[in-house]
Nanobody, 115 residues
Framework: QLQASGGGLVQAGDSLRLSCVASGRTIDSSDMGWFRRTPGKPRDFIAAITKSGGSTRYADSVKGRFTISRDNAKNTMYLETNSLKPEDTAVYYC??????????WGQGTLVTVSS
């Protein structure tokens, strides 16, 4: 099970730290990532991190503002979101990539950025 948290209502320019905690299995053998979705649109890729945390990649829209990280000892992945903009408003979802190409999604956490 994956549980995302840390969302909330903030003003433009503020920061939030999103967390994604895994339970029931360890994450140290799995790549993970974050997507987000706004109403009426499909989920958009935000960031990804390899199982060791040694490699990351980001969507152009968040590059330089968001940082993905993980603590395998805590079975947790993070997304540090800085300089938030109203267009960052969305439900943020974390995922873990399982063997065989399967992807498991957690419940989302809502981020609302007011101007």
């Amino acid at each position: 099970q994956l549980q995302a948290s840390g969302g909330g209502l903030v003003q433009a320019g503020d920061s939030l730290r999103l967390s994604c905690v895994a339970s029931g299995r360890t994450i140290d053998s799995s790549d993970m990532g974050w997507f987000r979705r706004t109403p009426g649109k499909p989920r958009d890729f935000i960031a990804a991190i390899t199982k060791s945390g040694g490699s990351t990649r980001y969507a152009d829209s968040v590059k330089g503002r968001f940082t993905i990280s993980r603590d395998n000892a805590k079975n947790t992945m993070y997304l540090e979101t800085n300089s938030l903009k109203p267009e960052d408003t969305a439900v943020y979802y974390c995922h873990v990539d399982l063997p065989g190409g399967r992807r498991y999604w957690g419940q989302g956490t809502l981020v609302t950025v007011s101007s």
